[in-house]
């Protein structure tokens, strides 16, 4: 059974604040759904105020992480700014553990492509040596890479050590025209 009300006021604020909790939810709705421009907004004092300050406060840090997530996707995708990374916000937690995933799979993706680079650029200078004396790690951080990553690692290695095999290797004879001898070079 619910309990009514005891006087006028009881009244008019059981209604703001049921109106207060509605407007939360259709909010929380729409965050939820990926608008994140949505905020609460309850009077002051209200029963729901300190609630609204928190939910606000949380799309606002997600909000935050979403921009700065963009910037560093722009930064390494469009501007091939390969160190950039996403720097933490307030919060700790899956906030954080966030931000370090993100940063971990940059990692994992920026540092075998770039000692392919450097490989890659000594070897159409002609510096073969140098290239061969620069393998590109199988490992990052320890774990060994996979997929596509390894397979592309493997294919500069690869070439790498093609090229430092040809450049050592003796000269072939030259070829001689059919019927020429080799004293003349002519018939």
């Given at each position: 059974m619910t309990q009514r009300p005891t006087s006028m006021a009881d009244?008019?604020?059981?209604e703001a604040t049921a109106a207060e909790l509605a407007e939360a939810l259709r909010t929380l709705r729409s965050v939820r759904d990926g608008d994140l421009r949505r905020r609460l907004d309850v009077r002051p004092g209200s029963p729901i105020a300190q609630l609204?300050?928190?939910?606000?406060?949380?799309?606002?840090?997600e909000q935050?992480?979403?921009?700065?997530?963009?910037?560093?996707?722009k930064a390494v995708g469009r501007d091939g700014r390969l160190g950039a990374r996403v720097a933490p916000g307030?919060?700790?937690g899956s906030w954080q553990r966030t931000v370090e995933s993100v940063n971990g799979m940059l990692d994992n993706l920026v540092l075998p492509m770039q000692e392919t680079s450097q490989v890659v650029e000594l070897l159409s200078e002609g510096k073969l040596r140098e290239a061969a004396?620069?393998?590109?790690?199988?490992?990052?951080?320890?774990?060994?890479?996979r997929g596509d990553v390894l397979r592309h690692v493997r294919g500069v290695n690869r070439l790498t050590?093609?090229?430092?095999?040809?450049?050592?290797a003796p000269p072939l004879p030259r070829a001689r025209a059919p019927g020429s001898s080799p004293a003349s070079g002519r018939r």
């Open positions: 009244a008019a604020v059981d609204a300050t928190v939910v606000n406060e949380i799309v606002d840090r935050a992480l979403h921009a700065e997530l963009g910037r560093v996707a307030p919060g700790g004396a620069v393998p590109v790690d199988h490992q990052v951080d320890g774990r060994t890479l050590s093609q090229q430092l095999q040809l450049h050592e």
